[in-house]
């Protein structure tokens, strides 16, 4: 009968062992240095190399030219150790062999000198299944055997070990094999063998083993006997039970596409598996993509996915039907593709932002409102995304068509923070001109409409130096003033206003005056109408009580002054 792939592929050496190097180099080390102590401790996980590098180990103290990290491989010693009938190395199962008679035989054996090597190695495997008494009865031992006793404690467990035997101990713990470690050494056994394979075949067994070597051979050889030919995909999945990863591709694929009669037939060719193993492959199928940024799904996505999947599995566990489970897995991927990335969303509101003031996208209630109720107003729309990308300052250079457009964009932000505001400013605000930092506008504003955009002004003007540049000034020429003027005499009109502004504000400021001579020419700003004048009698009662100037010195009333650009301010006394 034909060996075993695991056993005849046993490591001899440190340098044949896969995968353990930090614990090959420092037992290497403490060899060549003769730095040597008298009980180890190898854990880990099944099939990683324990038993193995405890027999390396024991060989490598007892040859002939050693202790040696190299044990020569020629001399008695290493013959026999080789052969695993040295007498001087004990091997004890303590599995088997768990009770305090077990360990009183082997304690009495250490009273005996080694037969014909330096050292009596007593190696014990899955030493956590010792009874407590077992355990007990070789602490003392443990902690002073005889000069040429080594103990070689090995287990998958040391969690199970009591802390007065782990302190006796030099630990060293064993990796999990690395999958791409075992496929290279599965793939170095077959060369070998002269076995022909399929590399992806080898990867499905590397990964069911799960980081165990042992039980990837095992896999391997039950491989080689279920295949005719060669070890391919088929063999192994068929082998395993398990999907096939073009299946899972397929279907991702599907997911993806929104392709739901693919889906549906996937479903339809699953009922073969076991529920269980679709959602452990698929999530396995995950992970891969994940790890190597392959397939069209973003790691946001993938996250949706694993989610999805782990609550397929908490369904599974309480029992739920296999084959509903896996329709209701796959068609909530499909859903999870539906929602959108939240970099997606910030990035389309910075854009909607950046865009100052298009409506175009966010839908707030104000703009719903108006889209419903004003269907001509579409055109607002148009007009922002040549205005978003601009800069107000630059477009004040241009002037003109872009300046009209701006100003639609203006409308569309008053519509968008409160829709009677807009619709008033619509109605009773038309662009005039854009020139030179000013924006002209006639105002055909009466009544409660003109009260309203009194009311708002500091808004309108926060939007029109947002949408147009800070530097902006505001022109707003009456209905009828406007027929008269031409829009060269605008601009020089706002500009006399608005230079004229500080002027007479600082001296409204400086002689605490009640109210300022009103704007001769024919236009006005906004902020002028605000403050009738007619408050020179209740002017005069007020400065009766309290001096006007200390007044205007007050913080608030400086900053409300500066923000409504008031020329006139009328100080009331409270009755
Ligand atoms: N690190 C490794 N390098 C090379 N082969 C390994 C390694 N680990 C395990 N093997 C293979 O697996 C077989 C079993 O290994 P070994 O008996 O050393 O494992 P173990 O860790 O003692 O396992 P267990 O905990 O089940 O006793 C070896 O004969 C060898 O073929
Ligand atoms: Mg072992
Ligand atoms: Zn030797």
Redesign the pocket.
Known sequence: MALA???K???RSFD?????ESVSVTLSQALDSGRLTHAYLFS??????????ARIFAKALLCERGPSSRPCEECLHCTMANENRHMDIIEMDAASNRGIDDIKELIEHTRYKPGSGRFKIFII??VHMLTTQAFNALLKTLEEPPDFVKFIL?T?DPLKLPATILSRTQHFR?KK?SRKLVHR?LEHILNLEKIAYESDALEIIARSGAGS??DS?TLLDQAIVYSKEKIDIATVTGMLGIIEPAALDNLLDAIFHKDRERILSFIASSTEYEAEMIIDELTLHIKELLLNREGPFTPMILDRFFRILADARSLLHIGSDGEFVISLTLFKMLEALNIREIDETIAILQKELSSKGSPAVVTTPATAKRASSSAGKADMKASSPEAASEDGASIAQRGGDTGELKFKTLIAKLYDRDYDLGSCFEKNIRFKSYEGSTLSWISSAEGEERKMLIKHWSLIRTFVQEIYGLSTKISNIPAQKSAETSPGEDKKKADNISSRDDGEIARTERLAECELPDNASGSSTLESVQFPADCEKEEKEASIEKEPSKLLDEAMVKEAIELFGAKKVRIRRKS
């Open positions: 792939l695991a056993r592929y046993r490591p044949d062992l896969v995968g353990q880990g996980l099944r099939g990683s190399g324990k038993t193995s590098t495997d899955e090995a998958t064993f094999i050494h070597l042992r051979l």
